[in-house]
């Protein structure tokens, strides 16, 4: 019996849209954390409903795609986004150690995929 890819597909591209949302809303989050107003900044309301916004995202990847793939395909996309915000952004360098990182976590991605 042959499956479909196209559930699978759409659920790594919401934790994958999941992870960029959380991403920013700890942008956010980091800011207000830096600001005199704290919690009753509007950086802080951003970065909170930002994270409201990467639940339903969550909620609805998790109907495409189990716990698990759903689990390590956020956490492959996050490493990801950092890794390349850190070099983009902080002018981090992204090293061997940094380079495997990212092989074995498209190799997790890619062993957590069901397609039978």
Known sequence: MEVSMLP???GY???FACALV???GDYFIKRAADDVL???STLFVT????YGI???M???AMRHVTLAQAGVAYSMLTLI???IMGAMVFDEPIRTRESLGIVFALISMGLMTRVL
């Not at 970065?47 to 930002?50: C, H, K, Q, Y």
Request: net charge neutral; glycine share 12%; with cysteine.
């Open 58 to 60: 969550w909620y609805f």
């Open 22 to 24: 959380v991403i920013l």
């Open 47 to 50: 970065g909170a409903v930002l």
């Open 54 to 56: 990467s639940a339903g």
């Open 8 to 10: 699978i597909v759409i």
């Open 38 to 40: 704290g919690l009753y």
């Open 13 to 15: 591209l919401l934790c």
């Open 81 to 83: 986004a950092l890794c």
